[in-house]
Every structure is written in C-alpha cells, then in structure tokens.
C-alpha cells in the first residue's frame, strides 16, 4: 500500500458477528479505499434485516461466512 492509499484508509465502528449465533462485537475496523468501480458512502443508521438475522444464526450453509458485518440496509 502506498502513501496515497494510507491517507484514505479509513477506522470505522461496526458490529462484528465472529459466528452463528454469538453476540455482535462492537468494534474498530479498517475501511481501505475504494477500488476500481466501488464507491465509499457515509452511512449513519442501518438496520438488522431478516436476511440478516437469519445469516447470524447461521440458518443457510451458503451464508455461513464469518466474521462478516450485517445491515445491509442502510441510510443517511
Ligand atoms: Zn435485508
């Protein structure tokens, strides 16, 4: 990573599932930059779906992936 890329890293709050079912951690994560067709919005509320819910309990083998941060569904 050059110096350009470290200058838009950025540290954000986010609720981390580590696994089925385990309580969400709060914590700090690192935000590369945006790469080739990606854009970065600031988001300030979201909400825990049912999709999501579900993906957190682990319900369905192909969403089982983790750790992994829900709220897909997001505004601001
Ligand atoms: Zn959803």
């Given at each position: 990573?050059?110096a350009?890329?470290?200058?838009?890293?950025?540290?954000?709050?986010?609720?981390?599932?580590?696994?089925?079912?385990?309580?969400?951690?709060?914590?700090q994560?690192?935000?590369?930059?945006?790469?080739?067709?990606?854009?970065?919005?600031?988001?300030?509320?979201?909400?825990?779906?049912?999709?999501?819910?579900?993906?957190?309990?682990?319900?369905?083998?192909?969403?089982?992936?983790?750790?992994?941060?829900?709220?897909?569904?997001?505004?601001?």
């Amino acid at each position: 990573m050059d110096a350009k890329e470290e200058a838009n890293e950025i540290t954000c709050t986010a609720a981390v599932a580590w696994g089925p079912g385990q309580p969400l951690s709060i914590q700090q994560i690192r935000v590369l930059p945006p790469q080739k067709l990606e854009v970065r919005i600031k988001i300030l509320f979201t909400s825990i779906c049912h999709t999501d819910l579900s993906a957190w309990q682990g319900q369905n083998e192909s969403q089982r992936v983790f750790p992994r941060i829900f709220g897909h569904e997001a505004s601001g």
